[in-house]
Structure formats: C-alpha cells, structure tokens
C-alpha cells in the first residue's frame, strides 16, 4: 500500500515546552489513525506539525503534498466575512491555479451536498451555528480531493446524525486511497467509525499503540 505520511521520532517545542516528545507515524492510502489523549497531551501540536505550520525540532516528516487539513474548531475566525460557499471552494485551489474552473464549483457543491449542508452556501458563516461551521470546514477540506486528510476534532460540535453523515463521507474517502488522521479527546467519538489504527499520547509521547 502506498504511504501518505511517514512522521519519525518528531519533536515539537514550544520555545523550551516540548509539546511532542518523539512520535512516529504513518498512514497508508485507505488507512485510518486516531489519535486519542487528554486535554494538552500534544494532539493538535502534532497534527499542526504533521500539516507543516509547525517546524519539528527534530524527526523527519515524509508526506503527500495533497493534503487537507481541518483545525480544532475553537481555532477558526467566526467573523471573518465569508459565505459558507465561498470557503468550500477554497479547497480546490492548488498552487499555480487561478480561477475556481466549473468542475471546482461542482466539486464543492458535491462535497456540500454530502455534508448536508448544500442549503447553507449562500449564508455568512457568522450567521451559522457550531456543527454547520464545522460542516463547512469539513467540505472544504473534502472538495480539494486529498490523499491525506487529517481533521483535529472533527467530531466536537457535531449531534449524532452528522456524525453518520462524517463517516459515510470518510469511509468514501478511505475507499477512493485517502488515508485520514483524526484527533478525538474522545473515545466514544470512535464508536461505529472505520476500523483504524489508535495511538494515545500522554505528555507528547505514545502511551498506546
Ligand atoms: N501556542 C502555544 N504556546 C505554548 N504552549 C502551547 C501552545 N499550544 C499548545 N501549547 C502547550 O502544548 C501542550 C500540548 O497542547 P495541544 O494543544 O497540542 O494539546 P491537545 O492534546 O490538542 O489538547 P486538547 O484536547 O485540549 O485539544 C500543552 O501543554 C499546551 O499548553
Ligand atoms: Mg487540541
């Protein structure tokens, strides 16, 4: 099977906190790794190193350059003035392009559509609720067609029937050879989702493979 990320004993700092104390990693096309742990156990430290916005302090990172990457909700501006429509489609851009082709627009809209969330494109994302913003995000990263998609809590904010809607969306993603790393303080979270591989971090380091 084909790799799309292979992350060798990673080191993550902030300043002198190390964050992420030696975690290797990989994803396989098809693959799911979840990545459990409490509150400041590193999780979105190394999901922000895995996407490349934080530098490794030592380690190497191999990875597909086709890459979506989802952040922990709490991150996202919710001011920023937008319509939900106009940042799914951000997520066909690739460097080099310049205009959204017809194909972009459907894309997004297939993505929207799949999400639920199709009726929401012409409304500013500061008049949605939580779980339709995150839905938002979620299409957007789907829409760019990744071969790695990695989501930081995708779950938070979400009732139960989104999340049958999420993984019907991701095991359609592991079908076509994305391989997906998603953070969940939760295991619950993981309850009727793909079969996958877990690792739990405590303190930065895997406790549990
Ligand atoms: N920007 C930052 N500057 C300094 N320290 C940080 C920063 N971001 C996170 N940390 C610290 O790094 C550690 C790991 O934080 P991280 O956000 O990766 O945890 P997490 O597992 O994602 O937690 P949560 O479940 O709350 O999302 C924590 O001790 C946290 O306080
Ligand atoms: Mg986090």
Same mark, same amino acid.
């Given at each position: 099977?084909?790799e ?6 990673? +080191?993550?700092?902030?300043?002198d906190v @190390?964050?992420?104390?030696?975690? *290797?990693l990989? #994803?396989?096309?098809?693959e799911?790794? %979840?990545?459990t ?6 999780k ?7 996407a490349?916005?934080l ?6 990172l191999?990875? *597909?350059s086709?890459?979506s990457y989802v ?6 501006d ?6 939900a429509?106009? &940042?799914v &489609?951000?997520?066909?851009?690739r460097p080099?392009?310049l %205009?959204?082709?017809?194909e $972009?627009h459907?894309?997004?809209d297939?993505?929207m559509?799949?999400l639920?969330i199709?009726?929401?494109s012409?409304?500013?994302?500061r ?8 839905r938002?995000?979620?299409?957007? #990263?789907? !829409?760019g ?6 989501l930081?809590?995708? !779950? #938070? ?5 989104s ?6 969306v991701l095991r359609k993603?592991?079908?076509?050879? !994305?391989a @997906? +790393?998603? @953070?969940?303080?939760d295991?619950s979270?993981i $309850?009727g &989702?793909?079969?996958?591989?877990? &690792?739990?971090?405590s303190?930065g380091k +895997?406790i549990r493979?």
């Amino acid at each position: 099977m084909i790799e799309r990320l292979r992350l060798t004993d990673a +080191v993550i700092k902030y300043g002198d906190v @190390v964050a992420v104390n030696g975690v *290797s990693l990989t #994803a396989r096309a098809g693959e799911i790794v %979840f990545i459990t742990g409490a509150n400041g156990s590193g999780k979105s430290t190394l999901t922000k190193g895995i996407a490349g916005l934080l530098p490794l302090s030592s380690g190497t990172l191999e990875r *597909s350059s086709r890459m979506s990457y989802v952040p922990q909700f709490e991150e996202a501006d919710r001011d920023f003035p937008a319509r939900a429509g106009e &940042i799914v &489609i951000t997520g066909t851009q690739r460097p080099g392009k310049l %205009f959204y082709t017809h194909e $972009d627009h459907e894309r997004a809209d297939e993505a929207m559509n799949g999400l639920g969330i199709l009726g929401l494109s012409g409304r500013e994302i500061r008049t949605l609720s939580g779980g339709q913003l995150r839905r938002v995000f979620l299409a957007r #990263a789907i !829409c760019g067609r990744p071969e790695l998609l990695l989501l930081d809590e995708p !779950c #938070a904010g979400l009732d139960a029937l989104s999340h049958e809607v999420l993984f019907g969306v991701l095991r359609k993603m592991l079908a076509g050879g !994305c391989a @997906v +790393v998603m @953070v969940t303080h939760d295991i619950s979270d993981i $309850d009727g &989702i793909p079969e996958g591989h877990r &690792i739990t971090l405590s303190g930065g380091k +895997v406790i549990r493979q």
